[in-house]
């Protein structure tokens, strides 16, 4: 790949950390009410706006009859001058969509024709690309981390190309560094020292992660591949992690061709923790007495498709070279389940009627786990079914006797139509157990509906209980469920599904007849851009965590006098993208902005309504939502971000400035930002660029908290074409 493409691809703003686990960002990404979303929508180039709407040009993507030639970012604009700010081109007047008042865009690097691949080290941060002059060199500039690693902890991001030679060992102290390939191929070899290549301190992370060729999960990976490289022994491994480290290796990452004197020829875990979410740790090589590829004294996390096999030692009659479990503490654990796995490992007489392999969170058997996870070692020792080491010979364990369990069941007694009320039933049942029951309806028609324990109300056993259930649907056919569970166990669950009688149901009661209103002039139907928007007319001045209110009257809802065909549009939400899914929807009166915005700039908002329809009697609503544009303004404003972890203004003077501390009642002010890890950056330009990491869990506090079940993602980049 050239290097004006793989800039191109990482300043478009897709880089994505590839082992970071789904499920914890995704419990993470809680929106504060009324503040605007940080999550960014990705409009294609080729969609064409409707006559209805007519959308502000996206960011980053002017034609060329727009954007002067002269006005084509450099290598250096785009990347940043020296105090690492994006150079703003934006013609003055031209509003920015409200995406970008989310997100800032997409801007592409076009260097030299003709600039030929050479190996390449580079920090993302903050969307801008800076090139490093070697690996040591990108490390040694990585910020530090204060205090322990936590869930929030963000690492410093390093893409290297080519083959990056290490010429001294590194080690990384009281910092978070994530390392990826930016292409096919990409390389770390040791050159001309001995020693450990990595070494990973307490209260420390090194992970390496991997990146995709795209967005599908059928795209190209670009792995990474680590190599001692030392036609000598060297003294050393390819990484050593210190007790309090923290160690991460993603699918399609290979540890491989060191020779060394020590024991853990790849990896020596020194008391730390080692999590192999995937990867290939194979072809090392060890001339120490016990030497393996994987001296463990410390937890050893595996999830996904691990191999861990194929590495030697000099030692005669070594048999096997590839994972040592050593000292009493040491462990198996895995995370999630595995798939196509191999896994060879031994463990020495310390761990003896001790459990080696911990899989209860993995949802797998252990016969399964075994056979993947395998003891090589077959003269003194064995793993026994329940994964502790056993010595050969010794008799297998009585089994646990396995409790005999009556499961909870209840029975109905009898159910009925309530007499006075169409759209109710009373449901009559009797449990075997004492716990809590829930009893609600759904129409026939639907599927079932969930479970709400938080309502459950107590259920005595071998009693007769009646359950009270109103609110049906009046012109469908109604089902009751009644789910109950155990006191003891709330997993120990049974429901009843009761189909109410069509024919047994009371009567509808008569309904009067109302006389419509007469129409006395022609019906008022405005358009929904009718309608309009007061508070935000002025520029806003947005410091961080700073909200304003609005207000949005629909056109025609202030008709106090309707007749027949009337029309009104009723505000339900507003966004900043055109097209919203749900969760890209936000509350109408507030607006406001988490990291703040430095510059004045124009952006849309859209605000849409429901249409309702005056029948003559009533206003009905229809189907139809149809959205308006409303832009607004902010001003230019100055203020400093305080590092790492950020402190949130408590108020706002009578000028509009921030005022910094505890709020009235002494408790922090809280901080509405998306907490996705998304940087909600705004003022976009033709120049700018602001790569994002997708996802940033810290994989140090992912293997803290080892007993999720999480799966290896992958960097993203996505191809963003020029525009002829």
């Known amino acids: 790949m050239r290097k004006k493409q793989f800039l191109a691809l990482l300043l478009a703003g897709t880089l994505t950390v590839s082992m970071a686990p789904v499920a914890f960002v995704q419990a993470e990404a809680i929106e504060e009410a009324g503040v605007a979303s940080e999550m960014a929508e990705e409009i294609p180039a080729a969609e064409e706006p409707s006559q209805a709407e007519t959308p502000a040009e996206e960011p980053g993507e002017a034609s060329p009859e727009e954007t002067p030639a002269e006005t084509q970012p450099s290598e250096e604009t785009a990347a940043g001058g020296p105090s690492g700010e994006a150079a703003e081109t934006q013609p003055a007047g031209s509003p920015e969509t409200a995406d970008a008042f989310i997100e800032a865009g997409e801007a592409e690097v076009s260097p ?56 001294a060992p590194v ?155 050593s000292g009493e503490n040491a462990k198996i654990v895995l995370l999630g389940g595995l798939s196509s796995s191999k896994v060879l490992f031994t463990a020495d007489s310390a761990l003896v009627d001790k459990q080696v392999i911990f899989g209860e969170s993995s949802g797998m058997a252990m016969a399964d786990i075994l056979s993947q996870v395998q003891y090589s070692e077959t003269v003194n020792y064995k793993v026994d079914a329940d994964g502790f080491l056993r010595a050969k010979g010794d008799p297998e364990p009585e089994p646990t006797p396995v409790p005999t369990v009556i499961p909870m069941t209840i029975k109905e007694v ?17 449990s075997n157990k004492a ?18 324990k938080s309502k459950g109300v107590k259920l005595p056993a071998n009693t007769n209980v009646t359950a009270y259930v109103d609110g ?20 120990d669950m049974s429901n009843l599904i009761i189909q109410l009688s069509d024919a047994s ?13 007469p129409t006395t002039r022609a019906p008022y139907q405005p358009s929904v851009s009718q309608s309009t928007v007061q508070g935000l007319e002025q520029p806003l001045a947005f410091y961080p965590g700073k909200t304003y209110s609005f207000t949005v009257t629909g056109a025609g809802t202030e008709n106090t006098d309707p007749v027949k065909d009337d029309v009104k549009w009723v505000p339900l939400y507003w966004s900043s993208y055109s097209k919203p899914t749900t969760s890209q929807r936000q509350s109408i009166g507030t607006i406001g902005h988490k990291t703040g915005i430095q510059r004045a700039a124009t952006f849309n908002m859209y605000i849409f309504c429901q249409k309702y329809v005056y029948d ?6 229809t ?71 997708a996802d940033n869990s810290p994989i140090g506090a992912m293997m803290m908290l080892a007993s999720l079940s999480l799966l290896a993602g992958g960097y993203v980049i996505v191809r963003k074409r020029k525009k002829a």
């Open 112 to 167: 030299a024709d003709g600039e030929e691949d050479t190996p390449k080290v580079y920090i993302l941060s903050d969307g801008i690309m800076t090139e490093q002059a070697s690996l040591a060199d990108a490390i040694a500039n990585a910020g530090d981390i204060s205090g322990e690693i936590a869930s929030d902890t963000q690492p410093t991001q390093i893409v290297v190309t080519g083959t990056v030679e290490l010429t």
């Open 414 to 430: 009898n159910t009925s139509w309530n007499k006075l009320d169409r759209n109710a039933a009373e449901v009559t049942f009797q």
């Open 472 to 491: 049906f649907d009046p012109d469908k056919s109604i089902n009751v469920y009644v789910y109950a569970w155990s006191a003891e166990n709330e997993d």
């Open 171 to 325: 080690v990384i102290q009281n910092k978070y560094i994530s390392i990826s390939a930016g292409e096919t191929g990409a390389e770390i070899r040791r050159s001309g020292f001995e020693g450990d290549m990595f070494t990973v301190e307490a209260n420390s992370a090194l992970e390496f992660a991997l990146t995709r060729s795209g967005e599908e999960e059928s795209a190209d990976v670009y792995g990474l591949t680590v190599s001692g490289d030392s036609g000598a022994v060297s003294a050393g491994s390819i990484v050593a992690v210190k007790a309090g480290g923290y160690l991460g290796i993603a699918q399609a990452v290979t540890l491989t061709g060191n020779y060394s004197s020590v024991n853990g020829s790849a990896i020596r875990n020194e008391g730390g923790k080692v999590a192999l979410f995937g990867g290939n740790i194979s072809g090392n090589r060890s001339s120490a007495a016990n030497g393996t590829a994987v001296y463990n004294t410390g937890e050893l996390d595996l999830i996904g498709t691990v191999y861990v096999a194929d590495n030697a030692s000099d030692a005669e009659g070594q048999e096997d070279a590839n994972v040592l479990l």
């Open 435 to 452: 716990g809590y029951y829930y009893a609600t309806w759904a129409a026939r028609d639907e599927g079932v509906p969930a479970c709400d």
């Open 505 to 517: 149901r009371p009567a509808k009661e008569e309904e009067p007849t109302v006389t419509p209103t």
């Open 623 to 693: 189907d139809v939502v149809e959205s308006f544009t409303y832009q607004f303004k902010s001003q230019a404003i100055e203020f400093t971000t305080s590092p790492v972890p950020t402190i949130t203004p408590s108020g706002y003077d009578s000028s509009g400035n921030p005022i910094y501390g505890t709020d009235g009642d002494g408790t922090n002010v809280d901080d509405p930002e998306n907490k996705d890890g998304e940087n909600a950056e705004t003022g976009v330009t033709s120049t700018s660029a602001n790569a994002k990491t």
């Open 616 to 621: 003559g009697t009533q206003w009905q609503p």
